[in-house]
């Protein structure tokens, strides 16, 4: 997991080319009219899912994870929770990774949540259980881009 802020990338320098392409590409490309749904950067190797949602209380949101794409979630617009783990999934209730790479659970063991807003990403990596959508207080409604990137074995 990596998270900064897409206005701030210099205090990430780390961040590997092809991920701070992938933002810039938002940066540059995605805006407030920008219509909701799939957006292709690279086909299916790269492409970049706007979303208008509104975060849940976060014992009913499930934990996620995701076998052959990262995830780069950006929140364009609003405040969201983003629970996740440093631990292995377990107990997976919902197991759609050979059609639509991902899989779910109740939660990660040891959960740790982070605070994102506007501006804001995180990084997960294949394998990496995430918990999106979690309200900060009272439920709201949050804008955002989540970059999938094909992860070559």
Excluded at 17 to 25: G, H, N, Q, S, W
Excluded at 33 to 44: A, F, M, S, V
């Amino acid at each position: 997991m990596l998270t900064g802020n897409i206005h701030q990338l210099h205090l990430v320098p780390y961040l590997p080319a092809e991920l701070r392409d992938a933002i810039e590409y938002v940066k540059q490309h995605i805006t407030a009219e920008t219509p909701l749904g799939k957006h292709d950067i690279r086909g299916n190797e790269a492409f970049v899912l706007i979303s208008n949602d509104t975060t849940e209380p976060k014992a009913v949101r499930r934990a996620e994870f995701h076998a052959r794409y990262l995830d780069i979630q950006i929140i364009l617009n609003g405040t969201e929770g983003m629970t996740f783990s440093n631990l292995p999934a377990g107990n997976v209730d919902t197991d759609w990774l050979a059609d639509k790479d991902i899989a779910f659970l109740p939660a990660g063991e040891q959960e740790k949540t982070i605070v994102m807003q506007t501006g804001d990403f995180v990084v997960f990596y294949p394998g990496e259980v995430h918990k999106p959508l979690c309200a900060v207080g009272e439920p709201a409604n949050v804008r955002k881009a989540v970059v999938k990137i094909l992860v070559n074995a």
